[in-house]
């Protein structure tokens, strides 16, 4: 049997993969209809309700490796190049057969994405899209804003149970989401001892392997148990700022250098804060996506700074590194603010390339003795 | 290359606009409270309190037209902001951080007390937020919000039917935040905002954008077009900035009749008229000489911008309710201009007005819809050709651009 680890690693390597089909209904439910597929795009999916309305759902996520051409024409090429690579994978077919993609407002290219897809199956039905559908989930820090949030959610959960034709177990699935979040923190937890016992690149699987969240929480279990076994890593350490990573190649690239990611401050890491959603339903979802963050898209660069200097002492990074993807900007806003709030050596990487990390900036400022 | 400008009532406007930015300097420095403004923000409740107020984009298209962009752009980078982002609003930005102030054109623009913004894309609230750091500037955010299904035609349906045209999520929350930000506004000016003021203020906006409706249908059914963008967008955009008051409305009707004048008497940007031409994207303020280049050579003249367009179609709101109608004008504003559906039919719309024939498409590096414009435009038959530069750094602005522009007029639009 595998360890946790590897089994996390495993299925990290193969999410967002074409799904084998669904199996039917139990049934207590539609007996013969086929379970939806839903493959979401954004920080700000409420994933409970998805959990909630059971069905089967993924994080959708690029690929630097496979090319751009469709959502380079679709998007333009002033989109991340990360959403211009999910559309360019939607319209290969590359995540299967989906029956619904929900995309949240987290930032401006989920955005454009959206309507990109919407306007595609409107104009172009021959690229055989599936139904999209927006969470506008916003984030002032204002009771308007919340009250306009909750009747987002409460219309998302609507429409969720017209697709499945049923009630959502929504306390279920919040259990369940909060669970994960409990024992994601007690993981973080490794990468933050001296040394670490997690390497950034493991972190990003073990934070978002792709599963349903009963294995998932299933795995993380078991990598507790087994946390006495993992290896040390002693590199220099770095906490990762910035763009979002859905993929492993920046991590990988840093990491090859000699130091390790202690901690980051990204949708596909751990951002978020640890608190539960907890009781209290709709109204209790929706103000725990209103707080969430701060994402360098939806957070102003004083919050980004206070985050930051928070951030890196509780994970005892020596360097911070703020990475901003070409075309994906408001990371190098933040910078300034980061960098006066931080007692540590920070580094800026700007305009880089989807996929991509050039290191010469790094390399100059603070050489890492391999 | 120089644009030339004829029109009295553009002549006019530019007056004015000296006038009036004196005379704010002067309040300002009489200890009136300063606000700056987003374009995309409703101004009418500043103009309803007296508030005196500059918009963002106007500035930094003043600025580019003095070629002064790339030193804000290098404030912003000597503080350590990028300066390849945003430059439509880093480039005002960079008037905060400018050691001399009052070197900026016009005299310089005040420091503002109040800045609104809204939250569209991912960097304009940093930018106004950063800016709300400088002492006694307070930043104002509006959100901006988005909606899953909306109606194709909101050109017809905005006048009367903008509930219907924008739905109801996005009109709470924004006339909620407007409901507040009267109160702030009274709270940290001492302004009263009055009733019977702001709806003089509506009614006033609604009559000035009708004659830019009337302005926008004369030159679109007149062969060959009375004038060109050079000459309407200053007619119709520094009106624009003063909407609410009776100088904007009647300004605006005496720029109709100038025009009416023009068409009786047969007055013609370009008597050789060979094409007439559309111009998609924000106006080229460091190069407004562009719009005219290729008139003498190839009788192409730019009969079309978004500004008197959307002039016409985009503000108008009739309604009970002001505030609500307020909203309304601004809630999906940018969805109008940048959005598909909204956006690529309503500019096939104006080319079948306006009898288009060939289309010249700014993209900028911030995320646009680009390619659903031109596809829309071209499958309604007309052919489109994109450049690629930012509005207010020249510095993106290749210098092939017109070649390539000349080429395509020769090989594609004459053809």
């Known amino acids: 049997m595998p360890t946790a680890l590897a089994a996390l690693e495993e299925a990290y390597a193969r999410r967002a993969a074409p799904r084998p089909p669904a199996s039917p209904a139990s ?27 059971g069905v089967s759902a993924f994080r959708l996520t690029g690929d630097p490796e496979s090319g751009s051409a469709l959502g380079d024409r679709y998007l333009g090429r002033g989109v991340d190049p990360m959403a211009r690579s999910v559309l360019t994978r939607l319209l290969d077919g590359a995540f299967g057969d989906l029956d619904h993609v929900v995309v949240s407002h987290d930032c401006e290219a989920s955005l454009r994405l959206f309507y990109a897809l919407r306007e595609l199956r409107r104009v172009e039905p021959g690229t055989r899209l599936p139904e999209v559908y927006l969470v506008d989930i916003l984030h002032l820090p204002h009771r308007t804003t919340a009250r306009y949030n909750r009747r987002r959610i409460g219309e998302f959960a609507a429409r969720l149970e017209a697709w499945t034709g049923r009630p959502l177990d929504l306390a279920g699935a919040v259990a369940a989401h909060d669970e994960r979040r409990r024992l994601l923190a007690a993981v973080a937890e490794l990468r933050r001892a001296v040394p670490a016992r997690l390497t950034g690149r493991q972190f990003l699987a ?15 279990e078991r990598l507790l148990a087994e946390a006495g076994r993992l290896e040390e890593h002693t590199g220099r350490r770095v906490f990762l700022s910035g763009s979002d990573h859905d993929t492993p190649h920046v991590y990988e690239a840093v990491e090859s250098e000699g130091y390790v990611i202690v901690g980051e401050d990204h949708s596909f890491g751990g951002p978020q804060p640890d608190r539960p959603v907890g009781a209290g339903g709709l109204d ?22 206070a985050h930051a200097a928070r951030a890196v002492r509780q994970c005892r990074a020596e360097v911070f590194v703020a990475y901003s993807r070409i075309a994906d900007e408001a990371p190098a806003w933040d910078f300034p603010a980061q960098r006066a709030a931080l007692d540590v050596p920070a580094v800026l990487l700007e305009r880089q390339e989807y996929g991509r990390a050039d290191l010469t900036a790094l390399r100059k400022e603070h050489p890492c003795a391999v | 290359m120089r644009s030339v400008k004829s029109l009295a009532t553009a002549a006019e406007a530019g007056r004015h606009q000296r006038e009036w930015f004196a005379d704010l300097r002067r309040r300002v420095a009489d200890g009136e409270p300063f606000a700056l403004l987003n374009a995309d923000v409703p101004h009418e409740i500043f103009r309803t309190m007296d508030i005196p107020y500059a918009v963002s984009q106007w500035w930094a298209s003043l600025v580019a037209a003095k070629q002064r962009s790339g030193h804000y752009l290098e404030l912003v980078r000597q503080r350590g902001y990028p300066d390849y982002s945003e430059q439509y609003n880093a480039v005002t ?45 307070t930043f104002y955010p509006l959100e901006s919000a988005a909606e899953n299904e909306v109606p194709v035609n909101w050109w017809e349906l905005m006048p009367h039917r903008w509930e219907q045209a924008v739905g109801p999520a996005r009109l709470d929350l924004l006339t909620a935040e407007l409901e507040n930000l009267v109160r702030f506004l009274e709270t940290t000016t001492g302004r009263r905002f009055s009733e019977s003021r702001f709806r003089e203020v509506m009614a006033l906006v609604n009559e000035q954008e009708e004659w830019n409706r009337k302005t926008r249908d004369l030159i679109a059914r007149t062969r060959p077009a009375p004038l060109g963008v050079v000459d309407s967008i200053p007619s119709v955009m520094l009106p624009q900035w003063h909407r609410g008051t009776e100088w904007a409305r009647d300004i605006a009707k005496r720029f109709y009749e100038e025009v009416r004048e023009r068409v009786d008497t047969g007055q013609a940007a370009c008597p050789d008229e060979r094409a007439r031409l559309m111009w998609i994207g924000r106006g080229l303020w460091y190069d407004m000489g562009f719009y005219q280049r290729f008139q003498d050579e190839y009788g192409a003249v730019f009969v079309w911008s978004m500004y008197l367009a959307i002039a016409a179609d985009g503000y108008i709101r009739y309604g009970d309710d002001p505030m609500r109608a307020l909203a309304a004008r601004f809630a999906a504003f940018t969805d109008q201009l940048y959005t598909p559906p909204w ?46 530069a930012d509005n207010v750094d020249a510095r993106t602005f290749g210098d092939e651009v017109v070649e390539r522009v000349g080429r395509w007029l020769e090989n594609v639009v004459l053809a």
């Open chain 1, 206 to 220: 073990v934070a978002d392997p792709g599963l349903p969240v009963d294995e998932h929480i299933a795995l993380l």
């Open chain 2, 93 to 137: 930005l960079g008037s905060a951080f400018d050691p001399e102030p009052e070197a900026g054109p016009w005299g310089g623009l005040p420091k503002p007390d109040i800045i609104v913004g809204d939250a569209t894309g991912d960097v304009t609230r940093k930018v106004f937020d950063i800016w709300g750091h400088e002492p006694g500037v």
């Open chain 1, 27 to 53: 049934s207590e439910g539609l007996a013969g209809t086929r379970t939806p597929v839903v493959g979401y795009v954004g920080a700000d999916m409420p994933v409970e309700l998805l959990t909630a309305a």
């Open chain 2, 343 to 388: 956006s690529s039919e309503w500019y096939v719309k104006e080319a079948r007005l306006h009898g288009i024939d060939g289309v010249v498409h700014l993209v900028s590096d911030d995320p646009r819809g680009s390619y659903f414009t031109a596809r829309a435009l071209e499958a309604a038959g007309f052919p489109v050709i994109e450049i690629h």
């Open chain 1, 284 to 305: 209790a979802l929706a103000e725990h996506y209103h707080h969430s963050g701060p994402t360098a898209h939806r957070a102003t660069a004083g919050e980004r700074a």
